[in-house]
């Protein structure tokens, strides 16, 4: 049956940025969300003030009723949610949903995902395209089903990852593009074109697994690429690290210069001016912006201006 949009009752699900930008265009394309669902407040900041999720806040401008469940499963929130008379539900960047939430629209539930599925499955598709040194990634929707990431497409676009982008740029690229296929994907909705193409798993597809401090720590003993595209798909957040006299350094940029050398790899070499660099398998990467821990953000040479090194055992070229 076609609707007109303000007859498609959609109630939006998500919690970042990411998400609140797929929402405000929902809205000024005309679609009529009823309600949103986000995480409940959380304490925040030294003085522990309660702080919204994105959507959260952009919900309460836009006067949408915002539902905050501590439990997806919990009978009154459940009971709320399926007083809406929902057709769809659209969830970006939110958690996983149990099947009496995903199943209850009569026109199911669907969800965007920054990667071209079935590659890169999981929590941070954006970085892991780039620590793989992936030069082509997107965005698809699809249809929500038990397993996470796994049910069938509806609408994928693809983009160009450049040599120069790290895991900001691309969440911005992706944000924009996956508002054209959330349009999409509505439109064809609207007009019952919608076609859903089964995900063919292979070998080759690549995971996203949740970053956490052991699969974000510089090593130094990969190749000068491997080491850079590290650091690019980390930043800036939540940053490549490694330990630099005795303290932790979080590195925003790095650089590769290839050299055959036989020097200890994951050592450290400085003018004490102008470079940091760190001996790889392949040549030396050089840190061009970095923090130190209890230090701010800064360029190599303002921290070598500002940090002594002198008493350091590093090998000055």
Same mark, same amino acid.
């Given at each position: 049956m076609h609707k007109n949009k303000s007859d498609l009752r959609i109630i939006f699900l998500g919690n970042p940025e990411f998400a609140r930008f797929h929402l405000a265009r929902i809205l000024d394309e005309g679609y009529n969300v009823v309600a949103v669902v986000s995480a409940p407040d959380k304490p925040a900041g030294r003085g522990m003030k309660l702080l919204a999720t994105p959507v959260t806040e952009y919900a309460r401008e836009k006067n949408i009723p915002c539902l905050q469940p501590a439990n997806l499963k919990n009978t009154d929130f459940l009971g709320e949610l399926k007083a809406y008379h929902?057709?769809?539900?659209?969830?970006?960047?939110?958690?996983?949903?149990?099947?009496?939430?995903?199943?209850?629209?009569?026109?199911? %539930?669907?969800?965007?995902?920054?990667?071209?599925?079935?590659?890169?499955?999981?929590?941070?598709?954006?970085?892991?395209?780039?620590?793989?040194?992936? %030069?082509?990634?997107?965005?698809?929707?699809?249809?929500?089903?038990?397993?996470?990431?796994?049910?069938?497409?509806?609408?994928?676009?693809?983009?160009?990852?450049?040599?120069?982008?790290?895991?900001? %740029?691309?969440?911005?690229?992706?944000?924009?593009?996956?508002?054209?296929?959330?349009?999409?994907?509505?439109?064809?909705?609207?007009?019952?074109?919608?076609?859903?193409?089964?995900?063919?798993?292979?070998?080759?597809?690549?995971?996203?697994?949740?970053?956490?401090p052991a699969n974000t720590e510089l090593r130094w003993d990969g190749t000068g690429l491997e080491t850079v595209n590290l650091v690019r798909g980390l930043s800036p957040y939540p940053l490549a690290h490694s330990i630099f006299d005795q303290k932790k350094i979080q590195v925003y940029k790095a650089s590769f210069y290839p050299e055959n050398h036989t020097n200890n790899v994951g050592s450290f070499v400085t003018d004490g001016k102008s470079y940091l660099g760190v001996w790889v398998t392949d040549g030396m990467v050089h840190l061009d912006e970095i923090k130190i821990e209890g230090k701010r953000q800064m360029k190599i040479k303002d921290f070598l201006n500002g940090y002594d090194i002198s008493h350091l055992k590093i090998k000055h070229s």
């Open positions: 929902a057709d769809l539900q659209i969830v970006i960047a939110f958690r996983m949903l149990p099947e009496l939430v995903w199943d209850m629209p009569s026109l199911g %539930t669907f969800n965007l995902h920054a990667s071209l599925l079935p590659h890169y499955r999981g929590a941070a598709p954006i970085n892991w395209a780039i620590i793989n040194g992936e %030069t082509i990634t997107g965005v698809s929707t699809f249809k929500l089903k038990h397993e996470i990431d796994t049910g069938n497409l509806l609408v994928q676009k693809s983009c160009a990852i450049l040599p120069e982008d790290n895991a900001g %740029t691309l969440h911005d690229k992706l944000m924009h593009l996956g508002t054209d296929a959330i349009i999409e994907t509505l439109e064809q909705v609207l007009n019952s074109e919608l076609k859903e193409i089964p995900q063919h798993e292979s070998e080759q597809d690549k995971n996203a697994p949740k970053l956490h």
